[in-house]
């Protein structure tokens, strides 16, 4: 009987060395990890370590070429191409790059030292210019036009053969489907396709809120979106696009562009509607590489996007091709990263942290790490039913994600580590802070404690929730204070904040008596408050601000709201029955009225109804949508004037916006507004519109 031959796909059989058992172990390791990463979206490596091992295989199939099969991983870079997907061969290949993982300045002095070397350059030559961009953690993606056509959008692959995923890259708005009069007959721009962190976040969070499962993070999300089999699945995946470079081009002698250097070929791509990232910047010589890297890495965790480190090329074309490439790398262009943004450590602990309105999330205590730019020893597992479906538990090692300003959280374990037996986590039965029963009604995820008020811990996410800056603001009101307040039964409820004295502040702990009479000053301004401020700042679920806003210009004042019947609240817009629900029961329980006439015994005050109204409202009746970064005003200050004038602010833009407000770093909402042809300002615009008289 023949036996199996597992290396039959091997040319020929050979020698079991240890270099050649090392590549086999390499090999299962990588499919293991691709396949848990693309296919079941559960990492089991974060991703530097699974380009830490691809790179150890690429290095022995160098030194061996004749060991390298058409099924290793380094054949197939981010998985087997999909039988519904078409091969694209890329006439011009699309190269990889070559990554400098020092964090030092030692990154951009090497590669600059390397191309002077290349370009026989001495000490008393001129600085070489290059051109340093973003690295985006995203997907490399080829975009082919004909006669300023799109006609193919297809993945890198392995740099030659990549996938046709032409009918899910036509879904994002950032990128023209057709291009203006006078570009090239043949044109192939290349770039990133990637999603942002805002969209990544609400994406994953409407997921969560259904009980379904969530991405590991942006890039695997948009991966996962262009490579979505339906089309009309890809289309609700919210992505982004940033073009870095060309491919095929029609040449000069045949009426094609002729360009000078990487940096006029970018703009002139950003001139013909392709998105360029504004931080593109030229630079001389490696000084300027280095602050470049310096200030985008102190910049990286406000930028609305994931990524991984920052590119440098030599910027004139002439001396890029005089460089050429090695293997599939370009001798001319850098990756210089910055610290991961993914580590592993070990869940020592599960705790269960209560949140304002009672919500219990299970939180991981951590062996400190150092993550995304800061040492995390905490990282969300966000409710029992994620927690479960990750399979955390104690003793674990797991994958913490930090990127920008996101709470850490877990995303994955990795897999087998775990010591011994350990039970599963528990939802405690009663809330450990207040020991009020737990409860979770049937259709919701979030488990929560019953305690409302009576708990401290939502007491004092109730007082903080009340005196921040959108609600009714007690400057210097902060989270240890409040934390010191609660712990020390100073306040027990929100009317004791105005119950405090200038005596009873300065006798705690490492309060200065300056600081305790801004407090005090703090709280006196914030008695002169607006009622919506007030509705929302008392913390009632589902009231948000927008809703607050509409419920005041609906009924007039605080007594007709809180006398209102659950019908009478459905009536208006943006309430729904969940919202009225929550609202009639709030406004039911004696206690609430309770803190609502002490704070106004207090002397928290606003102007009510009529007064309010009659200022001119020029835009009333008009909805705006805000997307982007702003030259001058904040999101909330645009959105405050736009409401001052009667206008309202709506989330996402649909035939009913009037107005879509575009800044900086616009994402899809402005896409979706060309796409319906809805009216696009700038803030100047916005402004001036303000102004003007209503007709
Ligand atoms: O933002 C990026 N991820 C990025 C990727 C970038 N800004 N520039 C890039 N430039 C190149 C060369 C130099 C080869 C034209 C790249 C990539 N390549 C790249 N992305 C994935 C593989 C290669």
Request: with cysteine; net charge negative.
């Amino acid at each position: 009987m023949a036996t199996l031959d597992l290396f039959s796909s091997e040319p020929a059989t050979p020698d079991p060395t240890p270099e050649y058992v090392q590549l086999q172990a390499l090999r299962a390791q990588l499919h293991y990890h691709a396949h848990q990463y693309y296919v079941l979206d559960m990492p089991t490596v974060p991703d530097a370590e699974y380009d830490r091992l691809f790179r150890e295989l690429q290095a022995l199939e160098a030194a061996h070429p004749e060991w390298v099969t058409p099924d290793s991983p380094t054949q197939r870079v981010g998985g087997k191409p999909l039988d519904a997907f078409a091969t694209v061969r890329h006439v011009v290949p699309m190269l990889s790059i070559r990554t400098e993982t020092d964090t030092e300045s030692t990154g951009a002095e090497a590669f600059d030292a390397r191309v002077r070397k290349e370009l026989e350059l001495t000490e008393t030559d001129a600085l070489v210019e290059y051109v340093a961009e973003l690295k985006f953690d995203g997907l490399a993606m080829s975009l082919r036009y004909e006669q300023g056509v799109l006609v193919q959008a297809a993945t890198r692959g392995d740099g030659e053969y990549g996938e046709d995923v032409t009918q899910n890259i036509r879904t994002i708005g950032q990128i023209p489907l057709k291009l203006p009069e006078g570009v090239p007959a043949v044109l192939e721009v290349r770039g990133e396709v990637y999603m942002r962190r805002d969209d990544f976040e609400a994406m994953n969070e409407k997921q969560r809120e259904k009980g379904e499962k969530t991405f590991v993070n942006p890039r695997n999300a948009a991966a996962g979106a262009v490579r979505q089999l339906d089309p009309g699945i890809a289309a609700q995946r919210p992505l982004s696009f940033f073009a870095y470079g060309l491919g095929e081009v029609t040449p000069a002698e045949q009426g094609g562009p002729a360009f000078a250097t990487h940096y006029a070929m970018l703009q002139t791509l950003k001139s013909w509607g392709f998105p360029v990232a504004a931080q593109v910047d030229t630079a001389q010589g490696a000084p300027e590489l280095i602050a470049y890297h310096q200030r985008i890495g102190a910049a990286r965790d406000q930028l609305p996007y994931d990524i991984d480190g920052v590119v440098y090329k030599v910027n004139s074309l002439a001396l890029q091709r005089q460089l050429g490439f090695v293997t599939r790398e370009p001798r001319w262009a850098v990756a210089h990263k910055y610290p991961a943004q993914e580590q592993i450590t070990k869940v020592l602990g599960i705790d269960v942290q209560v949140g304002r309105t009672g919500k219990l999330t299970p939180v991981a205590r951590l062996d400190p790490v150092f993550v995304g730019g800061t040492t995390v020893s905490n990282a969300t597992l966000h409710n029992l039913f994620e927690l479960r479906r990750k399979r955390a538990r104690v003793g674990d090692n797991v994958i913490v994600r930090r990127a920008g300003d996101v709470i850490p959280e877990v995303v994955g374990v990795v897999a087998a580590t775990r010591p011994t037996y350990v039970p599963n986590f528990r939802m405690p039965r009663t809330c450990p802070i207040c020991s009020s029963a737990v409860v979770r009604e049937k259709t919701e995820m979030n488990h929560r404690c019953s305690g409302g008020l009576f708990c401290p811990a939502q007491r004092k996410q109730a007082i903080l929730h009340y005196a921040q800056r959108r609600a009714v603001e007690v400057e210097g009101l902060g989270e240890k204070l409040v934390e010191q307040l609660v712990d020390t039964q100073v306040i027990r409820t929100l009317p004791d904040l105005y119950k405090l004295g200038l005596t009873a502040l300065a006798a705690l702990d490492r309060m200065a008596e300056k600081s305790a009479q801004n407090i005090v000053d703090a709280l006196e301004k914030s008695k002169q408050t607006t009622l919506p401020r007030f509705l929302f700042g008392l913390g009632i679920r589902h009231v948000g601000e927008a809703t607050a806003k509409e419920l005041v210009r609906h009924f007039g004042t605080l007594d007709a709201i809180m006398d209102a019947s659950e019908e009478a609240l459905t009536g208006v817009s943006d309430v729904g029955p969940i919202v009225a629900k929550s609202l009639h029961t709030f406004f039911a329980q004696a206690h609430n009225r309770e803190v609502v006439e002490q704070l106004r015994a207090c002397g928290v005050t606003w102007v009510e109804g009529e007064a309010a109204a009659q200022a001119p409202k020029p835009l009333a009746g008009k909805t705006f949508v805000l997307t982007g970064t702003f030259p001058t005003l904040s999101r909330d200050q645009a959105k405050d004037l736009l409401e001052a004038a009667g206008a309202k602010v709506a989330g996402s833009v649909s035939k009913k916006t009037n107005y879509v407000v575009a800044g900086a770093e616009a994402g899809s909402k402005l896409d979706k507004a060309q796409e319906l042809g809805v009216p696009v300002l700038d803030e100047e615009a916005m402004l001036a519109l303000l102004q003007a008289q209503p007709e």
